[in-house]
């Protein structure tokens, strides 16, 4: 698939003016594209700007509410567990995560569970927002059905990432990854480069080996059975029995804290119904901030500069490449493919945007 | 390797008087022999009874301190930082998690972290204890280094494991484990039976696959490079990088938020060293504890009744495993190896303990 690349301030202006032409304010707007946009600085395209489309779509289908209030149906000084009632998942996440920190300003510690919302982006966003403000961050979010538990033939759990941030020089800690052993985008590259998939990614619907990475895709998309596999593959003996631990510990912190549906009831059609969960810990709690900091700065440092394996010549710890990544792309351009240029064409036809005013002539 | 089985009762009343006789109070003695016979039940052997040896040879040494007492460095409503000053892991473990327990019974949450101990036995363990008073439980530990880093050729972080564990019925949600691929223990059976290590288990000191159990398990023991590798691998291909995130996350929580030793520092030889951490939550943060433990034990069952893998009969829900254990170890007897059996002896021959008043006549 054909790329180019477009300007990230660019890309940032354009996509405040499209969301606001959805009908969100422009800080709405503004949160919204701050946590597409950091995907796609971060290198994650499958959750950056290409994402854009799949909200219109959800917002012309009822699946987003865009004018869905979220509602706290539970609260004390260290929790509260909110309803979305809807809503785009970015919004109510940037608030709940923005109550967690309050109470663990406040408190020491604040958990916030969300039910009955939608996709809010990369989960380590939400994380990244408590590290920012000195504390330690943890977010996770279950979806639809894509992991295959250990010795089963069908999905019941989504691909269920668990995030985790925590202040550290000259890198923050930060680490966000889905509990499946790959995501569904992984997936998706191998059928449009038509080759196999590894061993050890996905079964099929009788849960056995799969390879046919546009069978698997298909049996994923329709919920014909099979689905991709926990971290640690298939049996106990690399450990997929964790990898679906994980995926459970998402769960338990999403859609069983704030009473929503798991992620086996979420049938990606009807509005909302994704969970989330979102926890900030002041290290306060501990002693002083810039003690631990620094503890832990060193033990990442020497991480770093521990002997390589043969033939490898970087030891990374979580964080780096994300830094680095965003370095490069604000200097050399957001990469976008030609199918979500060509989604955002439509969408600026269809919502009179004059998309070359933004993004200039765009070129492959 | 040579089997017999001890009856359970049996084994605890011998259990509570060797510790006694190391020098330990009767309750201290319950602690302990409480947390090793767990494992055993639980169906561990490695964290179980035949640890007996070596808390006996750590004493002597002086990496566990007798009649260390821990101090309480730092406390906060919702925490606490405790330095063990060596002491036997197990005892100062039991108290961190009341002490979180309890202040998560007053607050909502109590973390309490612990630096400066030694082997606590199995993480669950103290997890399970929060459980049992209708909270959720989380436990980790390092350990001396054994986990390779992506890309690394030397052990720096240690097996790691991470507990979780929660109220559901009929089974509670109980998650522990290493986030290493596998514990040390896996590559000394491999060792034992002179088979070759599955690929993905183990790099040597270059970094490079590692699959003769006793090379690498030398490797590991004399710290010659090399050792387990995360969860996922050696590659990115299955997840490696994610593993050693979980092993970081044990990290913060034990050795970082305690200021402790990190796990490439513990040399295995001075005493204490290692550190743990213990979260308590409680589940009136999020609502009604019964309706969350009722909708939990709903999810868990659907799990369990979901269509099954070709050639699998059944799945799991983490936890279960562990019961049905207790159930048949505690009627069937605990299964004892020769060489544990051989180190009890020796044990009683130094202390003057008539082994065979506890457990009768052993045979093979």
Redesign the interface.
């Known amino acids: 698939m054909a790329y180019t690349t477009i300007d990230y301030e660019a890309l940032k202006a354009f996509s405040l003016h499209v969301f606001e032409k959805f009908g969100y304010t422009p800080e709405e707007s503004a949160i919204i594209t701050s946590v597409l946009l950091t995907s796609d600085l971060y290198g994650i395209e499958s959750h950056g700007i290409q994402r854009m489309a799949l909200y219109y779509r959800c917002i012309q289908n009822g699946r987003i509410d865009l004018h869905a209030k979220w509602e706290t149906?539970?609260e004390?000084?260290?929790?509260a567990?909110i309803d979305a009632h809807a809503c785009i998942g970015q919004l109510v996440s940037h608030y709940a995560m923005n109550r967690a920190i309050e109470k663990a300003k406040a408190?020491?510690?604040g958990?916030v569970?969300v039910r009955n919302s939608n996709h809010f982006g990369i989960a380590g966003y939400y994380a990244k927002m408590a590290v920012e403000k000195g504390l330690?961050g943890m977010a996770t979010t279950n979806s639809v059905p894509i992991m295959?538990?250990?010795?089963?033939?069908?999905a019941?759990l989504g691909s269920n990432p668990l995030a985790?941030a925590?202040p550290a020089e000259p890198y923050d800690?930060f680490?966000d990854?889905s509990?499946t052993?790959?995501t569904r985008g992984k997936v998706e590259v191998y059928t449009k480069k038509n080759e196999p998939l590894?061993e050890?990614w996905t079964?099929d619907e009788?849960?056995?080996p799969g390879h046919d990475a546009g069978y698997i895709l298909n049996n994923i998309n329709q919920r014909l059975?099979g689905g991709i596999l926990p971290?640690?593959?298939?049996t106990e003996?690399?450990?997929g029995?964790?990898?679906?631990?994980?995926g459970?510990?998402s769960?338990?912190f999403s859609?069983?804290?704030?009473?929503g549906l798991?992620s086996?009831h979420i049938d990606g059609i009807s509005p909302g119904g994704i969970c989330h969960g979102f926890i900030a810990?002041d290290?306060?709690?501990?002693?002083d901030p810039d003690?631990?900091k620094a503890?832990?700065s060193a033990?990442l440092q020497?991480?770093r500069q521990?002997?390589?394996?043969?033939g490898?010549s970087?030891?990374?710890?979580?964080g780096e490449k994300e830094v680095e990544a965003t370095a490069r792309i604000r200097k050399e351009g957001v990469p976008v493919n030609e199918k979500t240029i060509e989604e955002m064409r439509q969408i600026c036809q269809d919502l009179n945007i004059d998309m070359t005013s933004f993004l200039g002539e765009i070129t492959f």
């Open positions: 149906v539970h004390t000084p260290l929790s567990v408190h020491g510690a958990f569970t330690i295959v538990p250990t010795y089963a033939s069908t019941m985790f925590a800690f680490f990854a509990t052993v790959v590894p050890g079964v009788k849960g056995l059975g971290l640690g593959g298939a003996q690399l450990g029995h964790k990898g679906y631990g994980y459970m510990v769960e338990l859609s069983i804290l704030s009473l798991t086996n810990i290290p306060h709690l501990f002693g003690a631990i503890h832990f033990f020497e991480l521990s002997p390589k394996a043969e490898q970087r030891i990374y710890t979580h």
